[in-house]
C-alpha cells in the first residue's frame, strides 16, 4: 500500500481545516465562504480610499463650515474605522472562515454598516450650505455607493448595509428640498437604489453557481465514483483534518483498514459486475454500522477503512466499532449469479500512541492488517473458509 507524506508543519493548521472541510460542505456554507472572501479582499483598499476621500472631503467642506463640526465628522468616523479594521483582522487570522462562514459573513455585513455609517453625518450635517455643495456631496454619496457596491455585488444583504446608512439620509434631504432638481434627484436615487439591489441579486446567483459547480467538482475528486465513500485523496484529507483537531483538542484518533478476504474469488466467479456490486452493498453495511464520529472510505480496490474522531483507548467505543464491523460480513451478498461470501482482515492504529502524523498511523494500521490476514491463512497458506469472523485474528493491538 502506498502511504502519501504528511503536510509539511508550517502548513499543517490552516491547510488541514480546509481539506477536512472540503468534502462536506453545504452549498450555502460555500456560497457565504465565497462571499465573505470577496469582501475580505475589498476591505484594505476600501479603507485607505475612504481614508483619503475623507480628507479631500474634509479640506473642502472647510471653506464652507467651522472646523469644530468638521473634526466631530472625523471624531465619528474614526471609531469605524477602527472597529472595521478588527472585524476584517479578526476573520483573516482565524480559522473560523473555514469552519464557521456564515457567521464570518455576518460579521462582515456588520463591517459593511460600519462603513456606511461613516457617510451618514454629510447629508445630515453639511447639507444645507448652498445647491452647488448639495450637488457635490449627492454625487460624493453616489460615487461611494458604487464604489461600495461594485466590491460588495456577491453579498446583498452586505450592500444593503453599505448602502441605506448612506443614501437613505441623502434622499430624505433630497425629497425635502424645494428645488425641482434636487428633488429629481431623489427620486433617481430611490430607482438607483433598487436597480443596484436587482443587480447584486443577479451577481449572488451567478456565484451562487459557480460555487455549486466548485463544490461538485471538489467533492467529485474526494468521492470513490462506485461506493460513494471517500476515495484515497479524500481519506488522506480528512485524516490530516481529523489529526489537526485532535491535536488542538487532546484527543485521539484511531485509523481501522479493512481488507477484504477472497474477493478475487468473487471476482472470478461471478465476474467485475458482480464484484461491484458486493463492493457496493459493503459499503452501504459499512455505512449502516458507522456512527457520526465514524468516517468510512475506500482507500483501493478491495481496501476500506475508517476514521474514528475522540478515540477512547483500546478498551472502549473503538473496539466494539470493530466488533460491528466484523459483523457486516457474516450474512452473504445477493449477486446475480448466487451468494457469495467474504471474509476480511482489519488492522488498526491509534494516534498518538502508534504515531503523531498521518504516515505513521498508516504504516502501522498496514502492517497490522497485513499480520491479521497472514493468520487468517491455513498452515499451508491457503485461504480459510471465508465468512467465519474468528474474533482473535482482528490485530488491533
Aim: glycine fraction near 6%.
Amino acid at each position: 500500500m502506498n502511504l502519501a507524506a504528511p503536510l509539511a508543519p508550517e502548513h499543517e493548521a490552516a491547510a488541514t481545516d480546509l481539506m477536512g472541510l472540503a468534502g462536506d460542505d453545504t452549498p450555502s456554507r460555500a456560497l457565504a465562504r465565497e462571499q465573505a472572501e470577496l469582501i475580505l479582499r475589498s476591505i484594505p483598499s476600501a479603507v485607505v480610499t475612504t481614508a483619503v476621500v475623507i480628507a479631500a472631503c474634509a479640506a473642502l467642506l472647510r471653506r464652507y463650515y467651522p472646523w469644530p463640526r468638521i473634526a466631530g465628522w472625523v471624531s465619528f468616523a474614526l471609531p469605524l474605522f477602527l472597529a472595521r479594521l478588527a472585524i476584517w483582522r479578526r476573520v483573516v487570522r482565524g480559522h473560523a472562515l473555514l469552519s464557521a462562514p456564515r457567521a464570518c459573513l455576518r460579521q462582515l455585513e456588520v463591517s459593511a454598516l460600519l462603513a456606511g455609517l461613516t457617510w451618514t453625518p454629510l447629508p445630515l450635517c453639511f447639507f444645507a450650505h448652498d445647491d452647488l455643495l448639495r450637488m457635490f456631496l449627492t454625487a460624493l454619496l453616489l460615487a461611494v455607493a458604487s464604489a461600495a457596491m461594485a466590491a460588495l455585488a456577491a453579498a446583498p444583504l452586505g450592500a444593503i448595509c453599505y448602502m441605506l446608512p448612506v443614501l437613505a439620509p441623502l434622499v430624505v434631504r433630497l425629497l425635502l428640498a424645494q428645488q425641482p432638481l434636487l428633488h429629481a434627484a431623489g427620486w433617481l436615487i430611490v430607482v438607483y437604489i433598487a436597480f443596484m439591489l436587482l443587480v447584486s441579486r443577479r451577481m449572488r446567483a451567478m456565484l451562487q453557481d459557480k460555487s455549486r459547480w466548485r463544490l461538485d467538482a471538489v467533492r467529485r475528486s474526494l468521492s470513490d465514483p462506485l461506493t460513494g465513500l471517500a476515495n484515497r485523496m479524500g481519506f488522506e484529507q480528512r485524516l490530516d483534518a481529523a489529526l489537526h483537531r485532535a491535536r488542538r483538542r487532546a484527543s485521539g484518533v484511531a485509523v481501522v483498514f479493512i481488507d477484504l478476504d477472497s474477493f478475487k474469488a468473487v471476482n472470478d466467479h461471478h465476474g467485475h459486475a458482480g464484484g461491484d456490486r458486493l463492493l457496493v452493498e459493503f459499503a452501504q453495511r459499512l455505512r449502516s454500522v458507522l456512527r457520526a464520529n465514524e468516517r468510512p472510505a475506500r482507500i483501493g480496490g478491495d481496501e476500506f477503512a475508517v476514521i474514528v474522531e475522540d478515540d477512547d483507548g483500546p478498551s472502549g467505543a473503538t473496539q466494539a466499532l470493530l466488533r460491528r464491523i466484523a459483523r457486516i460480513v457474516q450474512a452473504p451478498f445477493a449477486l446475480d449469479a448466487g451468494p457469495a461470501r467474504v471474509g476480511m482482515s482489519l488492522g488498526l492504529a491509534r494516534f498518538p500512541t502508534d504515531g503523531d502524523d498521518r504516515a505513521a498511523l498508516l504504516a502501522h494500521a498496514d502492517a497490522r492488517m497485513y499480520r491479521a490476514k497472514a493468520r487468517r491463512r491455513g498452515p499451508q497458506g491457503g485461504q480459510k473458509e471465508p465468512g467465519a469472523w474468528p474474533g482473535e485474528e482482528t490485530c488491533s493491538s
